[in-house]
């Protein structure tokens, strides 16, 4: 089994920021890909963000400049540094994590319950 646990939503102003974070543990042999999604009320889900096991990033066009991923791989933690948010940030935010299962490697995708991040004054 894989767990996945986030935290770090909540309540900002616009301008403000957050800092989302979410590890994952359980039959883990190695972590590929790990990410971001939101979904608003009324939306589609959306992806936000993107890591590789090497670092590389990718970002949706209306974070970019204002959100960073970034991964500690000891820690097989995923974060999401959140800045400069806007009112149309708000959305519950889920982990995703693609990885290898130690119990059998077999490669699977894994999501987190979300947590909700709201921008309002």
């Known amino acids: 089994q894989v767990q996945l646990v986030e935290s770090g939503g909540g309540l900002v102003q616009p301008g403000g920021s957050l800092n989302l974070s979410c590890a994952a543990s359980?039959?883990?042999?190695?972590?590929?890909?790990m990410g971001w999604y939101r979904k608003a009320p009324g939306k589609q889900r959306e992806l936000v963000a993107t890591?590789?096991?090497?670092?590389?990033?990718n970002y949706r066009d209306s974070v970019k400049g204002r959100f960073t991923i970034s991964r500690d791989n000891a820690k097989n933690t995923v974060f999401l540094q959140m800045n400069s948010l806007k009112p149309e940030d708000t959305a519950v935010y889920s982990c995703y994590v693609e990885l290898m299962r130690y119990s059998d490697f077999e490669v699977a995708d894994y999501w987190g319950k979300g947590t909700l991040v709201t921008v309002s004054s």
């Open positions: 890591i590789t096991s090497i670092g590389n990033t």
């Open positions: 359980g039959s883990i042999y190695t972590i590929y890909d």
